[in-house]
């Protein structure tokens, strides 16, 4: 039978996974903060400070990749530095117009405008604007590997 604070820390999972997708939810700390809410709950019993320290350190490598998948993203298709800062910037300014959509449409959109800023020409801006999308999509797949990383991390140390 499954304990009251495991269930609180699925839940938490559920919602951390959802975050590698859908950027308002802040994946990877939702994790963390299932596996504190569980120990909380639980006493600490099995998770210790070395297993937490192992999961800040992998919640640090979430964050870095999602702005290092844009950053290689917009260079691989020959973006330019404005480029780069145009995605940066459309994420953003996407997130907040758009909502969860403009967290895909805000990158493509600012480093197409970055590149035309640039004076390059638009057959280099949308590829520029491609590089962000195969960023974003690589960046979400190793967040993935690293998120159920940590998840089977915590199962473990918990048995």
């Known amino acids: 039978m499954l304990s009251f604070g495991l269930i609180i820390a699925i839940l938490f999972f559920i ?12 994946g990877a700390p939702l994790l963390v903060a299932g596996m504190v809410a569980y ?5 600490f019993t099995h998770l210790t400070w070395q297993f937490f320290l192992g999961q800040f350190i992998l919640m640090s490598f979430v964050f870095g990749i999602d702005y290092l998948a844009n950053v290689w993203g917009v ?16 994420a953003l300014v996407g997130l907040v117009l758009l909502g969860p959509l403009g967290i895909i449409l805000g990158p493509f959109i600012g480093a197409v405008s970055g590149e ?20 974003f999509l690589g960046g979400a797949l190793v967040k993935l590997m690293i998120q159920i990383i940590m998840i089977v991390w915590f199962f473990t140390a918990i048995r």
Not at 39 to 43: D, K, P, V
Not at 75 to 90: D, E, I, N
Not at 117 to 135: E, F, H, W
């Open 15 to 26: 919602a951390g996974m959802a975050g590698i997708f859908l950027p308002v939810l802040p």
């Open 39 to 43: 120990g909380l709950l639980e006493g």
């Open 75 to 90: 260079k691989k298709y020959g973006g330019s530095r404005t480029a780069v800062w145009g995605s940066v910037l459309g």
């Open 116 to 135: 035309l800023l640039a004076k390059q020409d638009i057959n280099q801006a949308v590829r520029a604007g491609i590089g962000t999308l195969l960023g």
